[in-house]
């Protein structure tokens, strides 16, 4: 064979002594907020290097469920009339598993297909739809199917009886998950919370409304909420968002129920950026009386650990061997108690690279952290 240098990539960690000290990978935060230096070194050229968070991957069971599975007459086909199926669905970015297990009884060659519900109505159709992956096991084994970074969408569940007594079908237990990245942890910061003044505006028009306030991010900010409660009975008050674009968002439940309006990150982002305006539009679709006072809240999930730059991925090009890049991590919490944790993933990667580090961060108040390496990207 032909031995490839591959490189490597050196790592070191630097802390200000007044915010904590890592010692073998450990660190220990003096205080509730702090920032980490890591610095990166190939020892071969890489043409880019891109960085983000994420919570830790969590894994979620659904089940277990019932489903009787006829006799199919020994054939072997995803599409047989015989069969019957399930939908699931897959609907988070960055899903890195989804699995599929039938708990198959004695003396039965059930089958398992996972179908790709393409035009999502719920059906098997062969012209349309697609085998993501089978199990067909033999008699008296369970079936399993797990497929790693699966799509987005409807899939469906299809239990194919090979060889089913009695025919008429039998009984067995099956389950699905998914692992997937949780948030990176946050606390709630409260932008507003305040009784504001509706009166009877143009029905279906938020650029008439009675009460129109804007909100901007913050370097934390995740998740935005709008929610207004108090609206007295008789009345029907909506809540529309809007940034550059236009109206993004509205809550327009019927008579005085509770409007809530939640705003979050794009899909595979864990903020919202810095600096971006958010327009709270309050319309009185329905207000018999002059006015009407319902109470207006406002606030922000706001990221414990974030990176150091306006952007939620962090990128740099052309690292020359022996250059080094240096990544920042950011970390702040509110009355933070001695001894408690906060945790997020760390992953970065290249164009040519992905996943390349795929890491989990703890940070400890006056306690261990296992440091890894986290984002902001500057050229040395």
Known sequence: GVAVDVGTILKKVDIDPSVGEVVDDVLSSHGNSGEISYYFTPTLEMPDLTATLSGPLVTT???????????????????????????????????????????????????????????????????????????????????????SDPDIGQYLVVFHGYSIDPTDGVDMDWEWWTTAPAPVPSEEAE??????????????????????????????????????????????????????????????????????????????????????????????????????TPNLKVWSDEVNIWLSTTSPDVVVNAIDPNESV?????????????????????VVGSSVIEGAFDEYIQITKSGKVRALYMPIITRH
């Open 61 to 147: 069971t659904l089940g277990p469920f019932i489903v009787n599975i006829p006799d199919a007459g020994g054939s072997y086909d995803p599409w047989d009339s015989n069969n019957v199926w399930e939908p699931i669905e897959v609907i988070q970015a960055g899903t890195t598993e989804l699995g599929i297990h039938l708990y198959t009884e004695p003396a039965q060659d059930p089958d398992l297909f996972l179908v790709y519900d393409v035009n999502e109505n719920g059906v098997p159709d062969a012209g349309t739809d697609y085998v993501v992956s089978e199990s067909g096991n033999s008699t008296g084994s369970d079936e399993e199917i797990i497929v």
């Open 326 to 346: 240096d990544v920042i991590v950011n970390y702040a919490v509110d009355n933070w108690l001695p001894e408690e944790t906060i945790g997020a993933r760390f």
């Open 191 to 292: 932008w507003f919370n305040e009784a504001v003044t509706v009166n009877q505006d143009i029905a279906g028009d938020p650029l008439s409304a009675s009460v129109v306030m804007t909100f901007t991010t913050t370097v934390r900010s995740a998740n935005l909420h709008f929610l207004l409660t108090g609206i007295p009975d008789g009345s029907n008050v909506d809540l529309y968002l809007s940034d550059d674009s236009g109206v993004i968002a509205s809550a327009t439940n019927a008579g005085n129920e509770d409007e809530h309006i939640m705003w979050s990150p794009e899909a595979g982002e864990y903020r919202l950026g810095e600096g971006k305006d958010y327009t709270i539009w309050v319309l009185g679709e329905g207000v018999p009386d002059e006015l009407i």
